[in-house]
């Protein structure tokens, strides 16, 4: 019996192939659906794909662009419409904070202040509205320097995972987010038909309407 594959996005009727590589990190992966031309396509929802039985729905995907692709007898156009998953929200929550700081011996961290990287990422993901997580795999022995000044949450994260060598995993089967120690995990595939390209390009999900000027702290020198 023939392999049964599907995919299926709210407005999209006619379509013909659907490319999804989903990566790790705090970026979104981008995917690639090819149909025929047509009207009102739903900006977000969710995109689904089946598989010999097995669903996946990855909730609250936005569409980042479409472009028309001519075929090769010139006769039939095909559109190519590339949605990013949730994480392109990430982008647009920013944080504040000052945590771990030190004494003036440079060693000695404030209680108040203390905070271990896992309760770190709780605070990031908490701004982002995440309400499914798991950071229990972070090292708890560590107290990183965070100094947040309106800065991106999904930036934040970031700095903070490469600086305790882990990697933030949107699980697709449960749609929970969570933090893994680099190096954890399944080997790289290296089939025939499993190795993608070393590299992606990743659209941007939408102009902003306007644009927001933070400045930091001024500093005054007196005489």
Same mark, same amino acid.
Request: glycine share 8%; charged share 15%.
């Given at each position: ?9 709210p407005?999209?009727n006619?379509?013909? @192939?659907?490319?999804?590589p ?5 970026? =979104? ?8 031309p ?23 995907c936005?569409? @980042? ?9 010139g006769?039939?156009p ?14 647009l ?10 004494y ?6 404030? =209680?108040?202040s ?7 990422a ?16 972070m =090292? ?6 965070a ?12 700095a ?22 680099s190096?954890v ?6 089939? @025939? ?5 070393k590299?992606?390009?990743t ?11 933070v400045c930091? =702290?001024?500093?005054?020198q007196?005489r």
């Amino acid at each position: 019996m023939p392999n049964s594959a599907s995919c299926s996005y709210p407005g999209i009727n006619t379509i013909r @192939a659907c490319r999804f590589p989903f990566s790790r990190g705090v970026l =979104p992966s981008a995917f690639t659906i090819y149909c025929l031309p047509f009207d009102n396509l739903d900006p977000t929802g969710p995109l689904r794909l089946t598989y010999n039985g097995s669903d996946i729905t990855f909730q609250d995907c936005a569409i @980042a662009s479409a472009s028309i692709r001519k075929q090769y007898d010139g006769k039939w156009p095909i559109w190519s419409v590339t949605g990013l998953d949730r994480r392109w929200k990430w982008g647009l929550k920013r944080i504040s904070g000052n945590w771990n700081q030190r004494y003036s011996d440079g060693v000695t961290i404030t =209680p108040n202040s203390r905070k271990t990287p896992g309760e770190l990422a709780t605070l990031i993901l908490q701004q982002l509205g995440e309400g499914s997580f798991d950071v229990s795999r972070m =090292p708890q022995n560590v107290y990183p320097r965070a100094i947040w000044d309106n800065v991106r949450c999904d930036l934040a994260l970031d700095a903070l995972c490469e600086y305790v060598a882990c990697e933030v995993v949107l699980n697709w089967q449960t749609n929970a987010v969570e933090i893994w120690p680099s190096g954890v995990g399944a080997s790289t595939p290296t089939g @025939a038909g499993e190795v993608l390209p070393k590299y992606r390009f990743t659209p941007r999900s939408g102009v902003p309407s306007s644009a927001q000027v933070v400045c930091g =702290p001024s500093l005054y020198q007196f005489r």
